[in-house]
């Protein structure tokens, strides 16, 4: 029988009261030496937030090594250097504030679960966990769950896990996890550093092809803009079916939904926005009403038509902004903004608006 099984009222299990009052002596020690570091929820009721460690942190120096020396060599330079912190790389300031709304969360509901659970994901070695281990303790951060896997592929994992979200600097394996119907982004660092917020997760979305499918993105790449005004007034009230970060809103509107019950909607520590190249007048509404079918609410929408957003999210200033096309990417960290590529739909197929020559798939 499984430890869990074993109940203090089960005779068999327990024998006499003697045994019962050192079970729940033993419980209650137990639930004092977690007082301090809290337990991470139970992954049912968690939001699970599963980072690579060179997202969480800057290994530029340490890949180099792996790349040119192979894995002998990078284990040995990790255990020699595993006192030495890494610096924060992209995800650092997202986990951050991640941690930041379970405090809160936890002010209001000190009993719930409904937490963020961030999650190490790792192809790394065991070897090097130490090195990782301490890092996480140097800056304080609170990941207890950790899934080194040594050179394999995380996909099972990441299920296993029930992942919310999966953050990654290795596109291969974020497109196997989007395959999989696992939210996933590949991060990249920005050029200059921003000072973002330490009081509010500030989270941006791309539409087309990140919270709703290519549907209509496939038809302005094969038959223009006129076109594609046409056909979204036309079916301006036929929901957009939903897209690889749509799953992700709907936990961010949950937990947002937590904090308004309690009457702290002007003090929420989680705020959206919805950034997107369309036009408000010519294809805004089905967008806005595809979020509203969906029981969705989105803090702020900005209808760039067209015009570059890497100015507006510097505005913004959000922890993590998803775009599915590499040259919004591009814009928004040149001008300082923490962006995650969504490798999904059309847009992969196009680079600056030009077809691409497609590699062919091995079989």
């Not at 989007?178 to 989270?203: H, N, R």
């Not at 949950?254 to 520590?269: T, V």
């Not at 001008?335 to 077809?355: E, S």
Request: with cysteine.
């Amino acid at each position: 029988r499984k430890m869990s099984e074993l109940k203090p009222n089960d005779s068999a299990a327990t024998g006499d009261s003697g045994d019962e009052t050192d079970w729940i002596a033993a419980k209650k020690f137990f639930d004092n030496l977690k007082t301090k570091v809290p337990r991470p929820p139970k992954p049912k009721f968690a939001v699970t937030i599963a980072v690579s460690s060179r997202t969480l942190f800057n290994m530029v120096a340490e890949r180099k090594i792996y790349e040119q020396d192979g894995v002998e060599k990078y284990v040995a330079y990790q255990l020699e250097h595993e006192n030495e912190p890494l610096k924060p790389g992209a995800a650092f300031p997202f986990v951050k504030a991640l941690m930041n709304v379970n405090s809160r969360l936890r002010e209001l509901y000190p009993d719930s679960e409904e937490l963020f659970d961030i999650v190490l994901m790792t192809n790394n070695h065991a070897q090097v966990g130490v090195r990782l281990i301490n890092s996480i303790n140097h800056y304080g951060l609170t990941i207890e769950r950790f899934c080194m896997t040594g050179g394999k592929s995380p996909i099972g994992y990441l299920k296993a896990y029930m992942t919310n979200l999966y953050l990654s600097k290795d596109s291969e394996k974020v497109t196997e996890a989007i395959e999989e119907g696992i939210a996933a982004a590949t991060m990249f660092m920005q050029k200059t550093d921003t000072q973002l917020s330490d009081t509010q997760l500030k989270v941006a979305f791309d539409g087309d092809a990140v919270l709703f499918s290519d549907e209509s993105e496939i038809i302005v790449k094969q038959h223009g803009l006129d076109t594609f005004f046409e056909h979204e007034k036309k079916f301006e009230n036929k929901p957009l079916a939903q897209g690889p970060l749509k799953c992700f809103l709907e936990v961010l509107g949950k937990l947002q939904r937590k904090f308004y019950a309690k009457n702290e909607r002007m003090n929420c520590p989680i705020r959206t926005y919805l950034v997107t190249a369309r036009s408000a007048a010519s294809s805004g509404a089905r967008v806005l009403k595809t979020l509203r079918s969906w029981g969705l609410e989105i803090d702020e929408a900005l209808f760039l038509a067209g015009a570059p957003k890497g100015p507006l999210l510097q505005k913004i200033k959000p922890h993590i902004f998803f775009d599915d096309q590499m040259f919004h990417i591009e814009g928004a960290k040149e001008l300082g903004t923490i962006a995650a590529h969504v490798p999904y739909g059309i847009g992969q197929k196009y680079r600056k608006g030009k077809l691409i020559e497609q590699p062919v798939k091995k079989e």
